[in-house]
């Protein structure tokens, strides 16, 4: 490559079950990939979740979330398992993942959904309308119903007991959410589709008018709005109409597992969370499998694939990401395959064999 050796610096955080086997491979791969693009990195692997809590006490130790804060970009694998499961929230792995994300500020969560062609079958949905889809669907991550003020109990004018949340958005919360999902969208096919409740609802009546606004400065983005709840159904009936998604935080929370059910396997689903400047954070959607951990089973894709999102949207590296992205499809293709995607015809294989051959995928630049 023409370009000088750019070197980062990767925070790892294998975290809990099947988290360690994970990163692991996708360690390597990121190594390799980057390598053969003129990349270094400098690695610090650091403790979250349930492993952080029996070394340390805390789900997030602060040697963690400062090695984080420092980095280009974090790297997770998951968090969690049976043996940590209490009631104190200060006890808890996933209060680690909560504080992380809070810490660096990532209000945009970007959870593609790929049909990947050898593996359509595993999709819900009849192989003629799985067939193809490739939609990234982009979730506000830190504001809405789900952080709103006033919330709680308390009586209403009958005395009766009442449960109440508040769904606000401000001005600036939209308009970041909504720049970074038009520029995303600049990325792919131009076409950028914004889910709200603009009849019914204050705070999508605001969403949808400054999208409309800011798709001002984007004159190359097609931009349309679709109500949530047909939205649902059009994910369904024909989910490749879509290539951009955005959505509010409990829209996405919702939409963003039924789009992985579309694609059948949540091995396979990689997941980013952006904020405005500072390191991102990579990691797959599933959790740490606590069942399979340590057999050498996991799927390692959806960890392989969150390092090149972690090339392509936290460090702009977007050749070493296609290369990743590229030698996960050939993988397919020769027909390699863990317990959980598996077929007949097709070649089971563990975890850490997976990997090799992934690696030799990206090693042959297809
Ligand atoms: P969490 O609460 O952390 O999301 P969970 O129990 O909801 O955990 P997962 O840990 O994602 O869900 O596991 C759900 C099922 O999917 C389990 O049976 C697990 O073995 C399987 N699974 C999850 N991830 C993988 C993977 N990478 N490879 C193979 N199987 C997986
Ligand atoms: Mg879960």
């Known amino acids: 490559s023409s370009k000088p050796t750019r070197s980062y610096s990767i925070t790892l955080i294998p975290g809990d079950g099947i988290g360690p086997e994970i990163i ?20 610090r692997e650091m403790l ?12 997030l130790p602060h040697e963690t979330l400062s090695a984080a804060k420092q980095s280009h970009a974090v790297l997770l694998g998951a968090v969690g398992g049976y043996k940590w499961d209490r009631n104190d929230k200060h006890l808890k792995p996933e209060t680690g993942l909560l504080q992380i994300r809070k810490e660096l500020g990532v209000f ?3 959870r593609p959904a790929t049909v990947y062609s ?3 079958d595993a999709s819900t949905l ?7 889809v490739d939609i990234m669907l982009i979730r506000e991550l830190t504001g809405g119903i789900y952080f709103g003020e006033p919330r709680g109990f308390g009586t209403n ?3 009766e007991e009442i449960g109440f949340n508040t769904e606000i958005y401000a001005t600036h919360e939209i308009d970041r959410i909504a720049h970074f999902a038009f520029k995303v969208a600049q990325k792919r096919r131009r076409k950028l589709c914004s889910v709200d409740k603009a009849n019914v609802l204050e705070a999508s009546m605001l969403w949808r008018k400054r999208f409309l606004a800011i798709a001002q400065e984007y004159p190359d983005v097609e931009l349309s709005h679709m109500y949530v709840d047909n939205a649902s159904m059009q994910l369904i009936r024909d989910p490749k ?21 579309v694609t059948g396997s949540i091995g396979m689903l990689p997941s980013a969370s952006l904020g405005a400047s500072g390191p991102g954070l990579f990691e797959p959607i599933h959790g740490s499998a606590p069942d399979i951990a340590g057999q050498d089973k996991a799927n390692p894709f959806a960890t392989v694939l969150s390092a090149a999102m972690l090339l392509r949207y936290g460090l702009g590296e977007e050749k070493a990401a296609e290369r990743i992205e590229n030698a996960v499809m050939d993988t397919l293709n020769r027909g390699f395959r863990t317990g959980d995607i598996y077929s007949a015809g097709t070649k089971l294989v563990g975890c ?12 042959s630049n297809v």
Request: net charge negative; charged share 25%; hydrophobic share 45%.
């Open 24 to 43: 692991s491979v996708a360690k390597d791969v990121l190594v390799l990939a980057g390598y053969l693009e003129g990349i270094k990195y400098d690695f």
């Open 241 to 261: 109409q879509f290539d951009t998604m955005v959505t509010n935080n409990i829209f996405g929370d919702i939409l963003s597992d039924e789009a992985s059910m």
């Open 126 to 132: 009849k192989r003629e309308v799985a067939e193809g």
């Open 48 to 59: 979250m979740g349930g492993a952080a809590l029996d070394a340390t006490g805390l789900p």
């Open 157 to 159: 004018d009958n005395g």
């Open 108 to 110: 945009a969560n970007l």
């Open 118 to 120: 050898p593996l359509v």
């Open 352 to 363: 850490k064999q997976l990997g090799e051959e992934i690696l030799k995928s990206v090693e």
